[in-house]
């Protein structure tokens, strides 16, 4: 089964995988107590899995017969640089708004 690439907002706008993210946001969890928290086939589970991994979301290691799902933050990185931009947009909106407000102000 092919995983689609999706791009970060694709990614974070499911909202099994968001609720996964959470989930690993407490601990790393392998595949199987990650899946138990889900109503949905391990296939399914798994196909979540590898789209948060091949967004650099989480990273996946092998510990003996268990696969540990962890949180990474490169995914994060990008939706951070992204909702950044609009920050100092909208600072530098309100700025602009503060002196034309103190310069219409009587003194």
Known sequence: MAVPTLDVFQVIGD???????MLLSADSLTINSLADNFDMSRPAVSKHIKILHNAGF???QDIGRERYCTLKK????????WISYFDEFWASKLKK????LNNKLPN
Do not use: H, N, V, Y
Request: glycine share 4%.
């Open 15 to 21: 909202p099994s995988r968001r609720k996964m993210l």
């Open 58 to 60: 989480i990273s996946i």
């Open 74 to 81: 490169d995914g994060f990185e990008e939706l951070q640089a």
């Open 97 to 100: 708004l503060e002196t034309l």
